[in-house]
């Protein structure tokens, strides 16, 4: 029956999945539509709002950036390559292949998302050259452990509201990590989806007629190639020095000594940021490499820099014109101080499969979910948590985040999200409970 399923999700996703841009335009557009009907705005009132509002966030959209392309190019270092090799020697069935890539999964997403997205995608293809097993489950598994970043270490919303500045700060103060993700019901949450992830994920295995595999032979890592001339230069030693590499790269760990230790200051998006980088230049060890691996992790980047102008846009109309407002005064006017987390994480799941970034989401949502919170004298801390979690839960459906994961793969989003699907429906009620309750 499971499998049944599983089977008809995967048919079904195959059919379905416009680019992420689309949602991006289709939700300014209902945006835009709802102030006029809603708030009674003119179509010219409307378009100053999004106009006005479009620069708003590029601080944050850097900030976005950075996580991706600083885990990126973290996770494609050699010390972490040898050590997913390693790793990908142990399971010797397609059940424990399929395991052992969402438990890791699990853990990288949880240190970091972009760092995350990019060591599970590796670490299956280094599995699949060494197990036989269903391709597009083995790479569905290794994107399902996306589910716990926003509860983890790079978190955007949590890291925000933590970041001294952030844009909300005269609302709602700074709330440190120490009450979202490390708060205890956030850490339950956490454990619950190491729990249940891993245990679906095998029960989805495919039977062997209905299973999809691939050659060893085609997830062989082209080798980067360069011309003599540029071999040759006097500046292509430079890129290749060690020396200058580790000077700078030993003297941001020698901040990061200071910062973590000495300081005892709290996590918060610029030092995550400053943390995966400086970890990237001293484990590449040359300019060089790294510049190449940044030339992969860029391009995963390239949603981030076109759709966060429209979501700054977006939170300008829903702000300036009173819908922001007016939806907290609906959301209020039927939950409790105890369900607000419940409602807001399903509100945050549907905004998500149109606004596919956690920091994008909450630029536009957080308006809504504080004005609620306070009214109602709830957990800032937990519904803010709420929104990241609603975030997290529907990129399971929502294939933005998938991109870079398919991009290594070499698979396409339609291969995955049928998979994907069943975790949607087992995970959203664990983590509804979750924040009702723990």
Not at 408 to 418: T, V, Y
Request: charged letters at 15%; one cysteine or more.
């Amino acid at each position: 029956m499971f499998k049944a399923i599983t089977n008809f999700s995967v048919r079904l996703v195959e059919r379905y999945l416009p680019d992420p841009y689309i949602f991006v335009i289709l939700l300014t557009l209902i945006a835009g539509g709802a102030a006029a009907f809603v708030e009674h705005k003119t179509p010219m009132a409307i378009v100053n709002m999004w106009g006005d509002g479009f620069w708003g966030l590029l601080g944050f959209t850097m900030q976005m950036l950075l996580v991706l392309v600083a885990g990126y190019m973290l996770a494609s270092t050699p010390a972490v390559r040898r050590i997913l090799a390693a790793l990908a020697s142990l399971p010797k069935s397609a059940g424990a292949a399929i395991i052992l890539v969402t438990l890791v999964a699990l853990v990288a997403d949880w240190i970091n998302w972009g760092f995350g997205l990019v060591v599970s995608a590796l670490f299956a293809k280094e599995i699949a050259r060494k197990v036989r097993v269903d391709y597009r489950l083995l790479v569905a598994s290794a994107y399902s452990g996306f589910i716990v970043w926003h509860g983890g270490l790079a978190g955007s919303v949590p890291l925000t509201i933590a970041t001294k500045g952030h844009f909300h700060e005269d609302k709602m103060g700074i709330i440190g990590t120490g009450d979202t993700i490390f708060s205890t019901f956030n850490l339950l949450l956490v454990a619950a989806m190491f729990i249940v992830v891993p245990l679906v994920n095998r029960l989805m295995m495919p039977d062997e007629k209905d299973s999809v595999y691939i050659d060893p032979a085609l997830l062989k890592d082209p080798e980067p190639t360069r011309s003599d001339a540029e071999q040759n230069r006097p500046a292509d030693k430079l890129e290749k020095s060690y020396v200058l590499s580790m000077l700078i790269g030993f003297a941001g760990l020698a901040y990061l000594f200071n910062y973590y230790i000495v300081r005892g200051a709290g996590l918060n998006l610029n030092v995550i940021n400053f943390t995966f980088l400086v970890l990237a230049i001293v484990l590449h060890g040359n300019a060089r490499n790294l510049l190449n691996a940044l030339d992969e992790a860029i391009k995963g980047g390239a949603g981030i820099v076109i759709q966060f102008p429209f979501y700054a846009g977006i939170m300008a109309i829903m702000v300036d014109s009173g819908l922001a407002a007016t939806l907290s005064d609906w959301l209020v006017s039927f939950a409790t101080a105890h369900t607000l987390p419940f409602w807001t994480f399903l509100s945050a799941g549907l905004v998500n499969v149109f606004v596919p970034s956690g920091g994008g989401q909450w630029a536009v949502q957080s308006s809504v979910v504080i004005s609620a919170a306070q009214s109602l004298d709830a957990d800032v801390a937990r519904v803010a948590m709420a929104v990241a979690w609603g975030d997290a839960w529907t990129n399971l459906l929502q294939p933005f985040w998938a991109l870079p994961v398919l991009a290594i793969a070499g698979l396409k989003a339609k291969d995955i999200m049928g998979f994907c699907l069943i975790q949607l429906v087992v995970t959203g009620i664990i983590i509804s409970i979750g924040l009702t309750y723990f």
